[in-house]
């Protein structure tokens, strides 16, 4: 069995001993067994908001070349799970979600495996000296790295992927503990505020937060009304700060832009999509946070896979959030306000033909039946397959999209986990 002996994995210098013991193919003329020993190259730090890789002094040198490299695939220990118990664990169920089949680890990503080797495919910021700033990883401050890698498309990039159905299903874990940190094998949007409860372990307010992962950017879209609330959740379901790289605010009400500055006094190193129109205190005060702001007019990317329909509306201007998934473009919605119709059919109009879901606040508190009505009408035209209606959304409203989409109904609130394919190389 595999034996990790290591004095501290916090000390830099500390000798990272891995013992081994591989059984042998079989050939007679080779050893049983083998034993190998493995040290940590470096350590993940993470502080203010700011992540980077300290690689031990003595390797420093094979960091020459590196930067010329966008990417690098960092392969880092599951320190913290290091026990006999978890090394035992050789099967679960993916997650951490019940409904998910039974799978032996080596077909999952799980923090629990005989070895506890984990890999993350990071940006790099800077190289200076022994230090790799990188945008994010999803790994702890303290943990040992044994790897580096450079990513290579040509390489690591493959066509004709095959997945197991769990990949794609609306999973959502029956406790925050055991939801899945936002991963790189499928696009998942996670509902981290909303005043709708999904899961009994978190804190429902009035406002609406949602974090988009698994696309070379992990966007935050909206940030609630409070930012205790949000950060509280997020940590809830394993999510820091620290992985955000964009956040996109859909209008400027307090529900949804309240949680901002608690998120930037954690991460400043963001770039903030907002309306033009937004009031100049709260341009000025991201300026002085020294987060990037962007001004959003028209429809624009915001990474590869997720744009804005650009702001929208006269009384109050506000922007959705389009992604692209293997089932169709996923709308994200924060209130709505220019209509949730408009909203829709402006990602149509943008060439988007096939609508896999709406999702977020569609402020039809107000709206009479007759409206609902015509509403339900406009998304069945419109062809969106399923809704999500939640926040503003009104429990009328909530109630007739139920009745009328049946199982393709989404029931969201805060907690709600929602898992899509990428989208394949045809249909991007
Ligand atoms: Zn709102
Ligand atoms: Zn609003």
Redesign the pocket.
Known sequence: MVKLITTSCLVPTALFLLTATIAAVSCTSQPTSRAFTMEPIGWVHKNEGTTWIEIDRRFEDALLGLEDFSHVWVFWWFDRNDTPGQRRILQVHPRGDADNPLTGVFATRAPVRPNLIALTCCRIISIEQNRIAIANIDALDGTPVVDLKPYLPMLDEVENVRLPAWIHRTGQASRPAEMAPPSSQAITLTIVYDNNQHHPGLETAWGFACIVAGLEETILFDTGGDGRILLNNMQKMGIEPEQIDCVVLS?Q?G??TGGLSALLDRNNKVTIYAPASFPDKIKQAIKRSAAQLIEVKGPQAVCRGARSTGQMGRA?QEQALAIDTNSGTVIVT??A?PGVVRMVRQVQLAGDSTLALVVGGF?LGSASDPELTSIIQDFKEMGVERAGPCH?SGERARQRFKEAFLENYVSVGVGSQLSFEHPTRENR
Do not use: F, Y
Request: proline fraction near 0%; glycine fraction near 10%; charge should be negative.
């Open positions: 209008h009400h529900d949804h109050i924060g209130c306000h402020h503003c």
